[in-house]
C-alpha cells in the first residue's frame, strides 16, 4: 500500500466520530461521558499507520516515523499561511512486559501523575532503582521491533489512558506549552485558540529566538493532538480496556490499580496513598476569592476558565470544539 493509502486509511476513523446532531453548551465543569471499563477492539490508529509503514516499505529505518509526526512539507504549508490536513495520528505509548499494561498517554491528560506511581524506565533516578520493576518503557517510534511486538500484544495486555474535559485540557496545554517559549513571541490566549498549531509554527519560524531546547516545532504540535488519537482504532471504535478522568483523578487511579491488581500471573502493585491537595497552590482558592491573577508577561487567568470562551473569547469556544470535535464525539 502506498503511503498515501496508508494515512487515507487513518483519516476515515473521525468522520465516523462525527456527531449527527449539534453537540450540547459544554463548560469547563462537563463530565466526561465515556470513562471506565470499555471494549478494546485493536491498536490505536497510530501505531496501526506505523506498524503499516514498516511492513510496506519492507525496513526498520527509523525515518519512517518522521512521515506520521509533522514532516516538512507539512510545516511548510503551515508557514504559507495554509492549514493542511495532519494525517499521522502518532500517539504516546509506554508499556511493561512484567506488569502486561500499555498506557496511552495523550498530552495534558495526568501523564506525570502516572509515571510518579509507574516510572519511566528511561529517566530513572538513583533512588528509583527498588521500583524498576513496574516502570514503563516509552515506545520508540522509530523502532520496528518495539512496534510490531507492542502490535503484537496489544490484545493480550491491559491498555489503558486517561481523559480529560476538552475545555479545561486547551487552556493547560495553553499555558504549559508557552512556558518553553520567550514571553515577547507567545501569542494571546485569542490567537492560541483559533487554531493550536500556532506554537509550533512560532517554533518552526523562529525558534532561536522564541523558543527553548524542550519547544522544539514537534513538541509544540504534537502536544496538542487530539486525545482521541490515543483512544480509537483506525475503524473509530475504541482502543483500550479503560479510561479514567482527570477530574477525578485520585478515584479512577485507585479504581485502577485495583483492576490491576485483580489479574492472574502478573506483579502486584501497591495500594494508592491517598494525596491531600494543595488548596493554597492557586489564588483562585476560597482564601483568597481572586477573580483572575497575572501570569508572566501580563497574561492574566481568569479563575472562573469559562470567562475564555465567553464574551470578547466566544470565538474560542467554537474554535476549540471545531478543532478538537473528534474528542467531544468520544468523551462527551
Known amino acids: ?3 498515501a493509502g496508508i494515512l487515507l486509511c487513518a483519516t476515515t476513523w473521525s468522520h465516523n466520530l462525527a456527531p449527527t446532531q449539534p453537540a450540547p453548551t459544554l463548560s469547563v465543569a462537563s463530565p466526561l461521558r465515556l470513562y471506565g471499563s470499555v471494549t478494546k477492539h485493536g491498536p490505536v490508529v497510530g501505531l496501526s499507520q506505523l506498524a503499516s509503514l514498516f511492513q510496506a516499505e519492507n525496513t526498520t529505518t527509523a525515518r519512517l516515523a518522521g ?33 502486561k499494561i500499555i498506557l496511552v498517554k495523550s498530552a495534558k491528560t495526568a ?23 513496574r516502570c514503563l518503557t516509552p515506545l520508540n517510534f522509530g523502532n520496528a521491533t ?13 491498555v489503558f489512558g486517561f481523559g480529560r474535559n476538552v475545555l479545561t485540557r ?47 516545532p514537534v513538541h509544540q504540535y504534537l502536544h496538542v493532538h487530539p486525545q482521541a488519537n490515543c483512544l480509537m482504532t483506525q475503524q473509530g471504535k475504541t482502543a483500550v480496556d479503560w479510561i479514567g478522568r482527570v477530574e477525578h483523578f485520585d478515584d479512577d487511579f485507585a479504581e485502577l490499580v485495583s483492576i490491576l ?5 502478573v506483579p502486584s502493585l501497591p495500594p494508592v496513598q491517598p494525596v491531600k491537595a494543595n488548596y493554597n497552590a492557586s489564588p483562585c482558592d476560597a482564601h483568597h476569592r481572586k477573580l483572575r491573577w497575572q501570569l508572566r508577561n501580563g497574561t492574566e487567568n481568569p479563575c472562573d476558565k469559562m470567562e475564555l470562551y465567553q464574551g470578547q473569547h466566544s470565538h474560542c469556544y467554537t474554535s476549540i470544539t471545531k478543532f478538537y470535535a473528534d474528542d467531544l464525539a468520544l468523551l462527551m
Request: with cysteine; charged share 20%.
Open 67 to 99: 512521515q506520521l509526526y509533522y514532516p516538512h512539507s507539512w510545516r511548510t504549508q503551515r508557514l504559507l499561511g495554509r492549514r493542511p490536513e495532519h494525517e499521522g495520528r502518532l500517539c504516546g505509548l509506554m508499556y511493561s512486559d512484567s506488569l
Open 261 to 265: 491488581n485483580a489479574r492472574p500471573g
Open 170 to 216: 486547551s487552556i493547560s496545554q495553553y499555558h504549559y506549552l508557552t512556558t518553553f517559549m520567550n514571553p515577547e513571541c507567545i501569542p494571546s490566549w485569542l490567537e492560541y485558540c483559533q487554531d493550536p498549531y500556532v506554537l509550533g509554527d512560532i517554533c518552526e519560524a523562529r525558534r532561536d529566538k522564541c523558543c527553548d531546547s524542550v519547544a522544539t
Open 146 to 158: 518495539q512496534v510490531m511486538h507492542v502490535m503484537d500484544v496489544w490484545h493480550e495486555y491491559f
Open 1 to 3: 500500500m502506498s503511503m
Open 111 to 133: 501523564g506525570s501523575s502516572l509515571l510518579a506511581f509507574f516510572k519511566d524506565c528511561k529517566s530513572l533516578g538513583p533512588d528509583d532503582a527498588p521500583l524498576s520493576w
